[in-house]
């Protein structure tokens, strides 16, 4: 008799913050979203609630532009009381740091939600999916992976979904 292995998949949720303004005479960290940046994040945030995806936990660069878009999104999710997790790790343009973040996840998480930076962005669906895409603000990446543990994730199955396709 064979024994089941059990597998839990993990579901990421990787969403690039939306736009911001250059309005402001203010830090990179600082720079805060734009009023198309706060509509995007409105409209996208609605998709994703439509979608009926049970978030386990959200996390979120320490960059204002990137706080204000997870705050949106929870606000229009089905999950207004979840609360953001913010850390210095997610503020990376080249994706290692979010990547090793990832990685380092509870694994009884099984869904996370994580807003970062583009090329964090753009460099971990061509890592992930094998899918070569510029993602734009406020676009969102939903991974599949068919392991139990984040630290074994490598390749998944993709789903985007960008601004653009949605105004």
């Not at 936990?57 to 609360?83: G, M």
């Not at 694994?107 to 090329?119: A, C, E, G």
């Not at 962005?121 to 603000?137: D, E, G, M, Q």
């Amino acid at each position: 008799m064979e024994l089941c292995k059990i597998i839990t998949l993990k579901k990421l949720i990787l969403i690039r913050h939306a736009k911001s303004s250059w309005k402001y005479n203010v830090s990179d960290l600082e720079r805060p979203l734009s009023k198309r940046g706060m509509n995007d994040a409105n409209l996208m945030s609605k998709l994703l609630n439509d979608l009926c995806i049970n978030i386990d936990c959200v996390f979120s660069s320490i960059s204002t532009r990137t706080k204000e878009t997870a705050k949106i999104f929870i606000n229009n999710l089905n999950h207004k009381n979840k609360s953001i997790i913010e850390s210095s790790d997610l503020y990376d343009f080249s994706g290692q740091k979010v990547d090793l973040f990832i990685k380092k996840i509870d694994n009884k998480l099984d869904t996370i939600m994580v807003f970062s930076h583009n090329n964090s962005c753009s460099n971990l669906i061509s890592k992930y999916a094998k899918i070569n895409k510029h993602v734009p603000t406020c676009g969102i990446l939903i991974f599949d992976f068919d392991v139990s543990l984040w630290s074994d994730i490598e390749l998944g199955s993709c789903n985007y979904y960008f601004p653009k396709d949605f105004r």
